[in-house]
């Protein structure tokens, strides 16, 4: 690779890096007011407003399902620079939406249109795909992903001093600002990452996730993996859905208590997916990462359903961070079983996966948490989404492990095959 093309990559990269953690950057600054934005155009009270909250989210994650796969699919043909752009746009027209709105009606079409056109971490994954060599792909989707650990563990801070200082509607504001700023940026710096846009006929079937899902059905990447990967997403949720009500029931945290908590498990997926990672994953390889990022996420979710005080957390989000090496190295073995032109569907299909695991995983995870923490409940366990987390990744390990049998069982038929030729040639 000439140092031109080098440092052009590097540059890209650095953006790709920037555009995400704006993203989750916004998702988090807006986290702290949201609730007292929807009191505030509702007027309804505090736990009516979480069941608005929680309508919104629906509608977000089912346009996110249904429409994500196409936008994707789509970079492989228009290019991923003006997907991307496109999407940065969208982010910052919701967030503006979200700023202005006076009834309930507008969050709603907001939180929709930011759905439809929620493509971002998939076209994102796509760049990252196209400029990077087999041996580079699994560090850099890594070094990518550390910008969601480093946007969620300082977004929600800087979304309250901002609501504190400024108001509710201000870090929604600030937040479009962000997005605006980083759609000049993609504008002038951001270069087409796609060697060779994909000329075909648009089939529009094709780019629905279930049509998605039946192009990877037929493909050369085993099935298996892609299942996995939805496991491990929906794992997350009892993270994201159940992490406030399981603190305050199990330890009476504060909310500052929560924020620290947060911050620290943000801290450490920042070391490891943005450092170590890029020192272990090339020297373990990307299947032993694997089996180590699965084992210790499995033993980490155990861990925080059985724990009995509050200091315990600490360390269990300090060991846990090893866990983060799963997800960058199993996306980079699915992808490079890929060729180029199926790259799109695939990230699609991704996008489509964490679509329905939004779906899903929030309503699971809160119910079953509810379930075991009632007055009425013969089983007082608030740890039990964790619990939950920890079958649901181990069903996600076993369907990996079987996939890597069969890759050695392959290799070895074939292997066996080729010497009983050149012994019948001599």
């Not at 202005?100 to 709603?108: G, R, T, W």
């Not at 550390?146 to 001093?161: E, H, K, N, T, V």
Request: proline share 3%.
């Amino acid at each position: 690779m000439s140092l031109k093309k080098e440092h052009n990559h590097k540059t890209v990269l650095l953006f790709l890096f920037i555009t995400l953690l704006i993203n989750t950057l916004g998702f988090g600054i807006i986290i702290p007011v949201k609730p007292q934005l929807i009191m505030d155009i509702t007027g309804e009270t505090l736990a009516n407003t979480a069941s608005w909250a929680g309508y919104i989210m629906l509608g977000y994650a089912l346009a996110r399902f249904l429409f994500g796969p196409m936008l994707a699919s789509l970079s492989g043909v228009y290019g991923r620079r003006s997907i991307l752009l496109l999407t940065i746009a969208a982010s910052g027209i919701d967030f503006l939406i979200m700023g202005v709105a006076q009834n309930i009606e507008m969050l709603f079409i907001a939180r929709i249109f930011s759905g439809i056109f929620g493509a971002t971490f998939a076209t994102i994954n796509l760049c990252v795909t196209d400029i990077s060599s087999k041996e580079k792909r699994a560090v850099n989707f890594s070094v990518i992903s550390s910008a969601l650990g480093f946007g969620l563990m300082i977004g929600p801070s800087i979304g309250g001093l901002i609501g504190d200082y400024f108001g509710t509607r201000a870090p929604l504001f600030f937040a479009s600002g962000l997005s605006g700023i980083n759609l000049l940026l993609g504008y002038f710096f951001l270069t087409e990452t796609l060697k060779k846009k994909v000329k075909k006929k648009i089939i529009w079937s094709n780019l629905t996730p279930f049509g998605v899902l039946k192009i990877l059905k037929v493909s050369s990447m085993p099935i298996q993996l892609f299942y996995a990967f939805f496991f491990i997403q929906l794992a997350f949720h009892s993270f994201t859905a159940t992490w406030t009500y399981f603190t305050i029931s199990k330890f009476n945290w504060s909310f500052s208590d929560i924020g620290l908590s947060l911050m620290m498990v943000g801290g450490v997926n920042v070391i490891v997916q943005g450092g170590l990672s890029r020192f272990l994953i090339p020297k373990l390889g990307e299947c032993k990462s694997i089996i180590l990022g699965g084992g210790v996420m499995i033993s980490s979710f155990l861990a925080y359903a059985f724990a009995n005080h509050g200091w315990m957390i600490y360390v269990i989000a300090i060991f846990g961070g090893l866990g983060g090496l799963i997800m960058p190295s199993l996306q980079s073995i699915m992808s490079g079983k890929l060729p180029l032109n199926q790259q799109g569907e695939l990230m699609g299909a991704i996008s489509s996966s964490n679509g329905v695991s939004m779906i899903i995983g929030p309503l699971l995870m809160t119910q079953i948490f509810s379930f075991f923490t009632k007055n009425t409940s013969i089983l007082y366990f608030p740890g039990a989404p964790f619990l939950l987390s920890a079958f649901f990744v181990s069903i996600a390990l076993f369907l990996i492990i079987r996939v890597f049998v069969q890759d050695v069982k392959n290799k070895y038929h074939f292997r066996k095959k080729n010497l009983k030729f050149i012994k019948s040639t001599k």
